[in-house]
């Protein structure tokens, strides 16, 4: 059956991308079906439907309307989620240009190795206003931390959408612009479809299930909470846990001390993808002997061969579906985690993920 659904997914993939080539391809007649008129006409109303009519006036996720007048032919993005996502919609070969920094990305080396040589446009601090311009691209997707550069690139004569893909209600929504941005709505839905059933079936696994706690910390230091405000709350909960930072307040990573990791007790600790710290460091830490984590032997670094699941890129729902795996190993066990991950890597990214080794050589 897993296998069928793979196969299944794929198809629709395949015939998303093919639809997305090109919004005024002629309808095919088709001889000997059985298929009703009313049906056919149904096909074609959703087939017209997802595909993007120029010139389209589309809302950012900065508020701001833009019309762009033609199906964008060259892109460039500012920031590397928005880079990941135009990668799973299928747009890696209209990318030319992309934020710093390329190189350490392990999910360009992997699903579109040409990224890394593209010219870089800097980052959101240093962003390369002048080097975006000289590259010509029929449009510009920026994070919304360059809302201030935004106006000098239009009067450089360049088309600029806003994205702000920082929870999944959010990426969602960033999905779907950039999807109907680049007339790829059909693999836009796809992967949201693809994100929706995976969380579904996870609650109904985990529905049963007692939540225990969990603390997640930042990737500079173990003294630094995720509160319930921030987008790791929500892989937390997903995960069937609780958050032991829950009282914290703040959208930003807060900094705590160790009495404060030892009164919250947690059952488990994660760290994020790319700590720059190591899980043994953690549980030969003396300050942590006492912790019920570290006791139990409870303390888990997300894995960061392929991308940091803990940070809202399209593939973070299977950083819901691991930590699930971790917390739940009855429920939800790691073959069917590594099933969705292969999946999904090999629909919307084209390559089969090596699952066997989850942590990057250092």
Request: with cysteine; glycine share 6%.
């Amino acid at each position: 059956m897993k296998k069928w659904i793979s196969i299944l997914m794929v198809l629709t993939l395949t015939f998303s991308v093919a639809a997305c080539g090109s919004s005024n391809a002629a309808p095919v007649e088709s001889e000997g079906t059985s298929q009703t008129q009313e049906g056919i006409e149904a096909e074609a109303e959703a087939s017209v439907n997802e595909q993007t009519i120029y010139p389209v006036t589309l809302t950012d996720q900065l508020g701001r309307e833009v019309t762009i007048e033609k199906e964008p032919e060259t892109l460039v993005s500012g920031y590397y989620i928005s880079t990941s996502l135009l990668l799973a919609l299928g747009c890696k070969d209209r990318l030319i240009g992309v934020e710093a920094k390329a190189g350490s990305r392990a999910i360009y080396r992997l699903a579109a190795p040409q990224l890394i040589d593209l010219p870089s446009v800097g980052t959101a601090k240093e962003f390369d206003l002048e080097g975006c311009a000289a590259l010509k691209p029929d449009l510009v997707i920026v994070p919304v931390r360059l809302k201030d550069s935004i106006s000098a690139l239009e009067e450089l004569g360049l088309t600029v959408l806003a994205v702000n893909p920082e929870d999944q209600k959010l990426l969602t929504e960033a999905t779907l612009l950039l999807g109907e941005a680049t007339n790829t709505l059909p693999a836009a839905n796809s992967l949201i479809r693809f994100q929706e059933e995976q969380l579904a079936l996870l609650a109904d696994a985990l529905k049963d299930t007692e939540a225990p706690s969990v603390y997640l910390a930042s990737n500079s230091s173990l003294l630094s909470a995720a509160g319930p405000e921030m987008y790791q709350n929500s892989l937390i909960a997903n995960a069937g846990g609780s958050n032991a930072a829950a009282e914290l307040t703040g959208d930003y990573w807060a900094e705590i001390s160790y009495e404060q990791l030892l009164a919250w007790d947690p059952e488990y600790m994660i760290l994020a993808a790319d700590a720059s710290y190591t899980v043994d460091s953690v549980t030969g830490d003396p300050n942590l002997a006492g912790c019920r984590a570290v006791k139990e032997g409870h303390v888990f670094q997300l894995p960061d061969a392929i991308e940091s699941w803990d940070s809202p890129v399209p593939g973070s729902t299977l950083g819901n579906l691991w930590l699930a795996s971790i917390l739940h190993p009855q429920e939800y066990p790691e073959a069917q985690w590594k099933d969705a991950a292969a999946t999904f890597y090999e629909t919307f990214y084209g390559f089969t993920p090596d699952l066997e080794n989850l942590y990057a050589e250092e």
